[in-house]
């Protein structure tokens, strides 16, 4: 496998690699003897997320293995041979997958529609599928802080949610495991990581891609505008996804359950007794 260049400043390696570490500890991402996909899109993220997986893979002292895996979904002009060459120039046990997904997103949606959902869904399938071909008990991508805190705010905005992406996610199907080691590391420091490295990145050739009017984007650009003018902002979101206080909030799922002798307290049944 290939190590830091030279030119790579050696503290800028190390704490990342001490970031994804500390995540996969403290969510216990992988055990010994995991073999782990890894989504790799061509995108930063992705080159970032296995470059530090396979420097932390070296390094630990329990035995998993890594399996690269790009899913081409068919759109004009995607290099995947750019990333096959990366992957094969490297050393990674890696494996390409050619899919229609472009072709199913143009039959089943409407041409003003968002694509983003369905595509994402779509993928997401094909790597269920590919972890369970390639033997892999789990599969990491490379959503990072930025990612999560943004699903945040998203998720509130224009769902009415509070929930975020977990750093470890277990399939409904109860087979595969999803796991995000970059979730402490800000998209600056990947951006530089990936530069420093001079991962060759490719565009998804996606439609909307650099669509500045999806939600995500809009969400980055008002974090970006509050992290300007109030610095540590984003890093006090990251944080309040660790400290939830339920009793704080109005979710009457979580409400203590009512003891027998609280059977009688006024509420909505005994204000309709007394109009009766």
Known sequence: MTSPEPSLPADRSRVLARKAGRAIQDYRMIQAGDRVLVAVSGGKDSYVLLDLLETLRRRSPIRFDLVACNVDQ????????????????????YHIETTEIAATIRKKMDPADTHCSLCARLRRGVLYRLADQLGCNKIALGHHADDVIE?????????????????VLRAENGRHTVIRPLVYVWEQEVIDYARAREFPVVCCCCPACGDSSLQRHQIKSFLKRLEEGHPGI???????????????LMDPRFLEPISPEADGAPGAGASATHAG
């Open 234 to 248: 984003k890093a006090s979101l990251l944080r309040a996804t660790r400290n939830v206080q339920l009793p704080y």
């Open 151 to 167: 699903t945040l705010l998203m998720l509130q905005f224009y769902n009415g949610q509070i929930k975020a992406m977990p750093p």
């Open 74 to 93: 068919g759109y004009s002009g995607f290099r995947s041979d750019v990333i096959e060459e990366h992957l094969r120039s490297g050393g990674y046990a």
